[in-house]
């Protein structure tokens, strides 16, 4: 009898026994694909401080420039809730948007890209109306028609101001029309978890105008600056004679400084972090 009542059929083939489903392939991370700055038209860049443009994208930024690329950074904010004062500070709470406006000028010289500010409060990005936001910048790709727009990538920032300012730039583009929209690549902090396909920027050939232009924004990066100098030959970036061997986390910091800019590509149309 079964355990319902009802009697086996003799003939029946015995019940296979229960198997355990296999794992779920781990997730491949897509090969990169290369940054090609002859084949845009012109290029946007959406983020929030002044200096992270440099930081993430000065090497891409320069490569653009030396192929007659147009380049714009709208930056977000004036910076002027920074940390940092300068070393040895050269800058009060009160003077720092303006030390700062005057450090981005510099830097967007070297690397050769205009700017502008969409004037939102530093370190108060996030309680902004999303958009409201968005809406500002979609005209900026409207008038502007760049083939490319690098933002942050929403939830990979490691700070709420890159996060909200990748968030109000997903939606900008989500709310063009489909043949109106840029490519969309995101800048990752953090992208130790992200499985998206990349692309590549080569920089080995403007990694010292990078250098030039973070050394421009020096209120922020003075002291780094001389941090770096106890290990590194800060002109190539090179370990000095005896510098400790560097970890996982200095090793890809130095090389996206060096060698390589890595961006997501960003699906406008797919759920962020924040949705």
């Known amino acids: 009898m079964s355990a319902s009542g009802r009697p086996h059929d003799a003939g029946a083939a015995a019940p296979a026994p229960a198997t355990t489903a296999p794992a779920a ?4 991370t897509p090969e990169p694909g290369r940054f090609d700055p002859g084949a845009e038209r012109s290029v946007l860049i959406v983020l929030p401080h002044p200096d992270d443009e440099t930081f993430s994208s000065g090497g891409t930024i320069a490569l653009l420039s030396d192929a007659g690329v147009p380049v714009m950074y709208l930056c977000a904010t004036y910076g002027d809730m920074g940390r940092r004062m ?4 050269e800058a009060t709470r009160e003077s ?17 890209t205009d700017f502008r500010y969409l004037g939102l409060r530093d370190k108060c990005v ?3 109306d999303p958009q409201e936001v968005a809406a500002t910048i979609r005209d900026t790709i409207r008038s502007m028609r760049p083939s490319t727009v690098i933002t942050f990538v929403p939830g990979h920032g490691v700070h709420p101001d890159h996060d909200a300012i990748g968030q109000f730039t997903v939606l900008a583009v989500r709310g063009l029309e489909p043949g109106e929209r840029p490519r969309l690549l995101g800048v990752a902090v953090n992208g130790a978890n992200l499985t998206l396909p990349t692309v590549e920027a080569d ?3 403007t990694s010292s105008r990078k ?4 050394k421009a924004h020096r209120s922020q990066t003075a002291s780094m600056f001389e941090e770096w100098e106890k290990n590194w030959d800060v002109e190539t970036m090179t370990p000095l004679p005896g510098a400790p061997e560097p970890d996982a986390q200095t090793k890809a910091w130095r090389e996206r400084l060096t060698s390589r800019e890595t961006y997501y590509v960003l699906d406008p149309d797919a759920p ?3 949705e």
Do not use: M
């Open 86 to 89: 300068g070393k040895p500070p």
């Open 96 to 112: 720092l948007r303006d030390v700062r406006v005057t450090e981005l000028r510099d830097a967007c010289a070297i690397i050769g």
């Open 272 to 274: 962020t972090l924040f």
């Open 25 to 28: 392939p781990a997730p491949v």
């Open 126 to 128: 996030e309680f902004e």
């Open 211 to 214: 250098i030039l232009a973070l």
């Open 203 to 205: 920089i080995t050939t």
